[in-house]
């Protein structure tokens, strides 16, 4: 069994909920990263490229360690959507989705500190939005604030009930985590959960 200290470079509580029903051992160490997206880079290579990048920057303060980073972005009729921050941009972002299908790509990286060897995930997952009125965007933005979700919906919340239907190969996914890959990469550095 790897006794490597883990280490997850996220300062996302949801993150960290995930994390812990493994039920092992992890430290949070935040990442400190521009999550802003490169030019000419899509979806699929920013979240990928901000997983990455988020395990090397904890990295040199956890030499010793496995590191856990991930991303999500997510992407509807070709733009990025990140998290909104602000009541307005997430106004904006729900009346953009309302009746559409957003892909949210989720990569999920595990970092060897010891040795620089990396295994990187993509997890995809395609949620379709009921078609919501303005009143009903309104009282759900004031019920959850979800101001640090990428698209401004958190389905492991009241988020839930703007949602027609979501498909994916990991429901931990959408809400930040993929967990069903992560345990593949942990079993690939020795650590077995079970």
């Not at 990025?80 to 949210?104: C, E, I, S, W, Y």
């Not at 500190?113 to 965007?137: C, K, N, P, W, Y």
Request: proline fraction near 5%; include cysteine.
């Amino acid at each position: 069994m790897n006794s490597q200290p883990l280490i997850l470079a996220s300062t996302s509580i949801y993150r960290s909920e995930l994390l812990s029903t493994l039920q092992i051992p992890f430290q949070i160490a935040s990442p400190n990263v521009d999550e802003t997206p490169l030019s000419g880079e899509d979806a699929k290579q920013t979240s990928t490229r901000l997983s990455q990048l988020k395990a090397q920057a904890v990295a040199p303060n956890h030499p010793d360690a496995l590191i856990i980073g991930s991303d999500q972005v997510a992407l509807l009729d070709g733009q990025q959507l990140g998290k909104p921050l602000t009541h307005d941009n997430a106004v904006r972002q729900l009346r953009a989705m309302r009746g559409k299908t957003v892909v949210f790509y989720t990569a999920l990286t595990l970092l060897n500190a010891v040795d620089g060897s990396m295994q990187t995930d993509l997890s995809e997952t395609h949620v379709s939005f009921r078609q919501l009125g303005d009143d009903e965007i309104e009282r759900y933005l004031i019920k959850e604030q979800p101001y640090h979700c990428a698209g401004s919906a958190k389905s492991e919340g009241l988020g839930i009930a703007l949602i027609s239907n979501i498909m994916g190969d990991d429901p931990n996914a959408l809400i930040g985590l993929p967990l069903i890959s992560l345990v593949t990469m942990l079993k690939k550095q020795g650590v077995n959960v079970l």
